[in-house]
């Protein structure tokens, strides 16, 4: 049985290595021992739920009354933030509810890694209560780790769903036109500008709008990334830009993807793609604002340019700006990015679930609950919120030394956003993040251009998704 569920795991989380059949028939039944959630939440017995029936009518599911222990699979979670789960969280929750117990599972390593270990939990019969991710909720489902027990609980309980951005709600947490998970915090490559007033002002560059509903345009930044980027013969004083997020970032701006909607086809070659990635290669060979990481290294080493005053303007994710707002090392701004047809930043929501096969479902759902009322969880791992009006007083917070930091800016980029690559949720990502960043980095370089590379990677990407 043991080599059974490995073989389940790799198949799961590397689904190219197995036909779909095969996938299915094993998972389900390795997970058939499993209860439906509407058997669990109607189990009674001693220190059971309490969910009966009198004559004929079944009562409302109750929360466990004797001892109980919820098992929460939290990544994000460093030596410093345990501590404040346990304060924050466990302690809370067990003056809450003495009889109970959440007890923390850490989720450590890669995504990709941590799937693995989830897949295996389930398929051993011994799941954590309540999870956030790995992945968004078409990934989980797809490959059966989540429980469809919370959208019948977000129903009953009549929970506020219209909290979040739209978009990146049905986006990521809904699937099949049920809710899966609940979005708690933001994570993503790319969320907006920062820029170094001083260094704009001295080289007369107007500072970009601050409001998001109308950013600069992508020929005005590059206008002003050149004019900021000062050279002497082949080596460089400063970049207009000091990094490029990551190149996945880009295709939103054009409204391009590299999936379409159902995972099936390749859409790298199409027109909005090919310009996508014709102005994205351009700013590190045609106009040279921004350097590869090699040509970065040589020149400058490991040094952080925009702390160090080598680089006049940064994109940064949700989770980085600390780096440059804590102890800041320049009078800093923000702005949106620049729009292709459009300016979205890269962003998506982290989300709790209850995966597949928990036995205390009620419990696990209070437990979720408890962790998203006043977006508890996301300040204990010290994150952005998931929640739209808690955003601007937790940027408020991050930024105390840099008054020009305006987090009315980053407020209304989360509002107005739209959702990150779709390819994200396909069970095929990873393996083709493997080959087309290989080709990314060829284009950074100058070693192919944009759209021979896209017309290349076509038939292999359409290989790995056909796999």
């Not at 117990?101 to 799941?127: D, F, H, M, Y």
């Amino acid at each position: 049985m043991a080599t059974q569920i490995r073989q389940s795991v790799q198949e799961t989380v590397h689904p190219h290595r197995a036909r779909p059949a095969e996938h299915t028939t094993r998972r389900r039944a390795l997970l058939a021992g499993a209860a439906p959630a509407s058997m669990l939440l109607a189990a009674c017995g001693a220190g059971g739920t309490a969910g009966t029936q009198t004559g004929g009518a079944e009562t409302k599911p109750a929360l466990t009354t004797g001892p109980v222990t919820v098992t929460a699979f939290i990544s994000g979670l460093t030596p410093e933030l345990t501590a404040a789960w346990e304060t924050d969280v466990a302690a809370a929750y067990k003056q809450r509810r003495p009889n109970a117990t959440i007890a923390l599972s850490p989720q450590t390593g890669t995504t990709a890694e941590r799937v693995e270990k989830l897949v295996s939990l389930v398929a051993g019969g011994s799941p954590p209560d309540l999870m956030d991710g790995p992945r968004n909720a078409p990934y989980m489902v797809h490959n059966g780790l989540l429980d469809p027990a919370l959208d019948g609980f977000i129903k009953r309980d009549k929970f506020d769903t219209k909290q979040f951005n739209a978009v990146h709600f049905e986006n990521s947490v809904m699937h099949d036109g049920k809710v899966w998970q609940l979005p708690f915090r933001y994570g993503g490559n790319a969320l907006a500008l920062a820029v170094n007033r001083a260094m704009f002002a001295e080289a007369g560059v107007a500072l970009p709008p601050a409001d998001a509903s109308r950013p600069w345009t992508w020929d005005e930044f590059v206008a002003a990334a050149t004019r900021l980027t000062r050279r002497s013969g082949d080596d460089v004083e400063r970049y207009g830009l000091a990094n490029w997020g990551h190149f996945v970032s880009y295709p939103a701006l054009w409204g391009a993807d590299w999936l379409s909607r159902d995972f099936k086809t390749v859409t790298c070659d199409t027109p909005e793609m090919q310009e996508c990635y014709t102005k994205f290669g351009e700013l590190f060979t045609r106009h040279r604002v921004v350097g590869a990481a090699a040509d970065v290294t040589r020149q400058f080493g490991n040094a952080n340019l925009f702390n160090t005053g080598k680089a006049a303007m940064l994109v940064f994710g949700p989770g980085s700006w600390t780096t440059y707002t804590r102890e800041p090392q320049a009078d800093i701004a923000f702005a949106p990015l620049p729009k292709g047809k459009v300016s979205t930043p890269d962003v998506g929501v982290l989300s709790l679930g209850l995966p597949k096969g928990t036995k205390v479902a009620e419990d696990a759902w209070d437990v979720t609950k408890f962790l998203l009322d006043g977006t508890r969880l996301a300040r204990v791992v010290n994150q952005v919120p998931a929640t739209l009006q808690a955003i601007e007083p937790f940027v408020k917070g991050q930024v105390t030394k840099s008054p020009n930091a305006d987090p009315r800016v980053i407020t209304q980029i989360f509002e107005k956003a739209s959702g990150q690559t779709r390819a994200n949720n396909s069970p095929k990502w990873d393996d083709m993040l493997r080959v087309i960043t290989t080709a990314m980095n060829d284009l950074m370089t100058g070693k192919v251009a944009a759209v021979p590379m896209l017309q290349a990677l076509k038939p292999e990407l359409q290989a790995i998704v056909g796999r």
